[in-house]
């Protein structure tokens, strides 16, 4: 199910938060819980209950893997046991991973390298597997490590399906989550918390519908006609790209951090601003922000991280970088994205004394234009769509910028502005959206608070009330046009 549709937004939710008030205000807090767990179910096979099958298995394994290494007493012997137990409940999530979103990619490479032909299966690739297989890894980490105690079915249950981070994140940790789902009944009523996570899920709402999706239509055309673009047309598509998933991942990440606040659940910050970063390092510390903590602390760390001199710093961040690129998707794409951040990281950790001495605005300017380059290769269907678009870009064919590009920020309510001021027949109109669009955008992206910062601050009066009532009722209308989000793929 998606934040941003009708059912969502008129039937699910509301009909959630009502029950787990209702069941609050009689204090049961494991009926609270199973309410939380049924209804996250629901949005998690509303598009295929399939899914559930999946999901319901890996939950009773890894539970049941965690009590038994629990069980387990003290003592070398049994330390040697429950780190057994905790190797065989990687594999199993590991397993599950490599199955449903590897499988076909492992054997498609078997066919080029062997010339042989084995079937390849269909397999559809379970909505959020590659969130809450990490998620229950981190907590099996933790569960050897003693970090958890008096585990309920109940609580793992929930801490793995709570909807609003269950699709695209955050990966959360057991320490986060745990304490807050055992004060859900006692904890009392927050308006302030509420409101804020009411104006947040609001604001990430209108990032995701009235800014990625509109530059969203633009990279749209532009990809599936990257071969008649100019090198306007190309650097445009290629910035737009990266604008378009700065918005949406953005915009998902408040929306569940604001759904959280409405439960009085403090969901992590996951996204921090990562355009205003100095450095590619920077950068990875401020997206995703709860991926790369998960890859530090579970596989940086105990290959040794940074303590055992330059050279395996730097091929512990070459490693852990290419994880990454493999976690988002299955094909070299994704491992060469992967690999080539991992070469920036180490060379921007090796750059570091110099660009201290260069001023803050260049290191900022050059990270983006990095992390753009990056982002375009991301989102390109391919590496030879990606050579061709960026190909473009150097042969300084500069000219007008493709009419159907300008036409994606021309929706109806901007277009019926522009008649309103009688501005529509000018030469220039059809341009006008596509410059205020990326005007709004930079100011959003590398000048003011973001939207957790803002909600965090909000003073609550009826003019910031009237704004979010207009920004809410202005999404709802644009969801005719309704998109799935970029990270619900992976």
Same mark, same amino acid.
């Given at each position: 199910?998606?934040?941003?549709?009708?059912?969502?937004?008129?039937?699910?939710? /509301?009909?959630?938060?009502?029950?787990?008030?209702?069941?609050?205000?009689?204090?049961?807090?494991?009926?609270?819980?199973?309410?939380?767990?049924?209804?996250?179910?629901?949005?998690?096979?509303?598009?295929?209950?399939?899914?559930?099958?999946?999901?319901?298995?890996?939950?009773?394994?890894?539970?049941?893997?965690?009590?038994?290494?629990?069980?387990?007493?003290?003592?070398?012997?049994? $330390?040697?046991?429950?780190?057994?137990?905790?190797?065989?409940?990687?594999?199993?999530?590991? =397993?599950?991973?490599?199955?449903? $979103?590897?499988?076909?990619?492992?054997?498609?490479?078997?066919?080029?390298?062997?010339?042989?032909?084995?079937?390849?299966? +269909?397999?559809?690739?379970?909505?959020?597997?590659?969130?809450?297989?990490?998620?229950?890894?981190?907590?099996?980490?933790?569960?050897? +490590?003693?970090?958890?105690?008096?585990?309920?079915?109940?609580?793992?249950?929930?801490?793995?399906?709570?909807?609003?981070?269950?699709?695209?994140?955050?990966?959360?940790?057991?320490?986060?989550?745990?304490?807050?789902?055992?004060?859900?009944?006692?904890?009392?009523?927050?308006?302030?918390?509420?409101?804020? =996570?009411?104006?947040?899920?609001?604001? =990430?709402?209108?990032?995701?519908?009235?800014?990625?999706?509109?530059?969203?239509?633009?990279?749209?055309?532009?990809?599936?006609?990257?071969?008649?673009?100019?090198?306007? =047309?190309? #650097?445009?598509?290629?910035?737009?790209?990266?604008?378009?998933?700065?918005?949406?991942?953005?915009?998902?990440?408040?929306?569940?951090?604001?759904?959280?606040?409405?439960?009085?659940?403090?969901?992590?910050?996951?996204?921090?601003?990562?355009?205003?970063?100095?450095?590619?390092?920077?950068?990875?510390?401020?997206?995703?922000?709860?991926?790369?903590?998960?890859?530090?602390?579970?596989?940086?760390?105990?290959?040794?991280?940074?303590?055992?001199?330059?050279?395996?710093?730097?091929?512990?961040?070459?490693?852990?970088?290419? #994880?990454?690129? #493999?976690?988002?998707?299955?094909?070299?794409?994704?491992?060469?994205?992967?690999?080539?951040?991992? #070469?920036?990281?180490?060379?921007?950790?090796?750059?570091?004394?110099?660009?201290?001495?260069?001023?803050?605005?260049?290191?900022?300017?050059?990270?983006?234009?990095?992390?753009?380059?990056?982002?375009?290769?991301?989102?390109?269907?391919?590496? +030879?769509?990606?050579?061709?678009?960026?190909?473009?870009?150097?042969?300084?064919?500069?000219?007008?910028?493709?009419?159907?590009?300008?036409?994606?920020?021309?929706?109806?309510?901007?277009?019926?502005?522009?008649?309103?001021?009688?501005?529509?027949?000018?030469?220039?109109? /059809?341009?006008?959206?596509?410059?205020?669009?990326?005007?709004?955008?930079?100011?959003?992206?590398?000048?003011?608070?973001?939207?957790?910062?803002?909600?965090?601050?909000?003073?609550?009066?009826?003019?910031?009330?009237?704004?979010?009532?207009?920004?809410?009722?202005?999404?709802?209308?644009?969801?005719?046009?309704?998109?799935?989000?970029?990270?619900?793929?992976?």
């Amino acid at each position: 199910m998606l934040f941003n549709s009708y059912v969502f937004l008129l039937l699910f939710f /509301p009909l959630t938060l009502i029950g787990y008030y209702v069941l609050k205000h009689f204090k049961q807090a494991t009926l609270m819980k199973v309410w939380l767990i049924g209804m996250s179910l629901w949005f998690y096979g509303y598009f295929n209950p399939w899914y559930l099958l999946i999901i319901i298995s890996s939950i009773i394994v890894n539970y049941g893997l965690c009590i038994l290494m629990n069980k387990v007493a003290s003592g070398e012997e049994k $330390k040697k046991l429950r780190k057994l137990i905790m190797i065989i409940g990687i594999v199993f999530n590991v =397993g599950i991973l490599f199955y449903y $979103k590897y499988f076909n990619f492992f054997i498609d490479n078997i066919n080029w390298i062997f010339k042989s032909d084995i079937l390849i299966e +269909k397999i559809l690739l379970p909505l959020g597997i590659s969130f809450f297989t990490f998620q229950e890894i981190g907590f099996m980490v933790d569960s050897y +490590k003693g970090d958890v105690k008096n585990l309920s079915f109940v609580d793992f249950f929930l801490f793995v399906t709570f909807f609003p981070q269950l699709i695209a994140g955050p990966i959360v940790t057991q320490d986060e989550m745990l304490p807050q789902f055992k004060e859900l009944a006692n904890k009392k009523f927050d308006k302030d918390q509420f409101a804020r =996570g009411l104006a947040l899920f609001i604001m =990430g709402l209108m990032k995701k519908v009235l800014i990625a999706d509109v530059f969203g239509g633009a990279v749209d055309w532009a990809y599936a006609n990257h071969l008649a673009l100019n090198s306007t =047309g190309s #650097i445009l598509a290629l910035l737009f790209a990266n604008l378009q998933m700065y918005f949406d991942f953005s915009g998902y990440c408040d929306m569940a951090r604001g759904i959280g606040g409405m439960f009085l659940i403090d969901i992590v910050v996951n996204f921090n601003s990562p355009y205003k970063a100095k450095s590619v390092l920077e950068f990875w510390s401020r997206w995703q922000v709860t991926m790369s903590r998960f890859l530090t602390r579970y596989i940086y760390i105990p290959l040794g991280g940074s303590r055992r001199g330059e050279l395996r710093t730097c091929i512990n961040t070459f490693i852990v970088f290419t #994880i990454s690129g #493999i976690w988002h998707g299955s094909g070299w794409k994704y491992m060469i994205w992967g690999m080539l951040y991992g #070469i920036l990281n180490i060379c921007s950790r090796q750059l570091r004394p110099i660009k201290k001495k260069i001023p803050a605005v260049i290191n900022n300017i050059e990270c983006f234009i990095f992390v753009c380059l990056m982002g375009s290769l991301f989102r390109a269907e391919t590496l +030879k769509q990606f050579g061709q678009m960026l190909s473009k870009v150097f042969t300084l064919n500069y000219g007008a910028i493709p009419l159907e590009m300008a036409q994606a920020f021309n929706r109806t309510e901007y277009l019926f502005i522009q008649d309103c001021f009688h501005i529509s027949s000018l030469s220039f109109a /059809p341009y006008i959206m596509i410059v205020l669009f990326m005007v709004l955008a930079f100011f959003l992206c590398f000048i003011t608070r973001n939207a957790c910062e803002i909600a965090a601050q909000l003073k609550f009066k009826v003019s910031s009330a009237i704004l979010l009532a207009v920004g809410l009722i202005w999404s709802v209308i644009s969801l005719s046009e309704v998109s799935t989000f970029l990270y619900f793929n992976f």
